[in-house]
Each structure stands twice: as C-alpha cells, then as structure tokens.
C-alpha cells in the first residue's frame, strides 16, 4: 500500500518552484504553482532532462532541455508529444506537506 511520506513544512509559500527531493526512495519534484502543490516525477521521459531546473506555464512544468511540456494535474505531454510523466497525490495538512509515492521495487 503506498505511504504518505512528508517532503516539506507547511509555509506559505508565494513564489513558483520546483524542488527535486527523494520520497520513498523514487526521485520526485515538489511543485508549488499558483499556490497548489504538485508531485511529479524528476526526469524528463524525453531525453531525461530534470524537470527540477524546468519552469512552470499555464498549468505545466517545462523541461528545460528541449521545452517539452508536462500537465502538472494529469502528467501528460502537450499535444504532438505523446509521452507523459507520473504524478503523485499530495496532501498539505497542519504538520507538514505529504506526498502519496509506492515503494520503489529493489531486486536486491
Ligand atoms: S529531455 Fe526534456 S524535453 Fe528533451
């Protein structure tokens, strides 16, 4: 069953950012735009950009490699891309800001 692990306080925070954090043992990004958190996922499925040095527009995070965009609700490309990125559930409570990620599988 998957956790809800803390990845940060609960502040106010005004500005836009994206911040690249570890939550059970998968690399995810913290996203605040327009005052809504959003988890996703850290790397680009395109070429394997890191979305944490990306920039969020109209309600998506850009890669800053080569500009693909990514729907920070839903995961999905803009159109003619055809590629997505996970999203993960968050929940902002009194205590803390938590997001919902399953256990990375480990072999070994
Ligand atoms: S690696 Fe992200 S757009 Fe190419």
Redesign the pocket.
Known sequence: MPEWIKVAENMPVKEASIRKLKANGRDICLVVFEGKYYAVSAK?P????ELAGGWCKNGSVV??????EYNLETGRGAAGQGDYIDTFPVKVRADGVFVQVKKKWRLF
Do not use: D, M, V
């Not at 890669?63 to 693909?68: D, S």
């Open positions: 680009c395109h070429a394997g950009g890669c800053p490699l080569h500009r693909y």
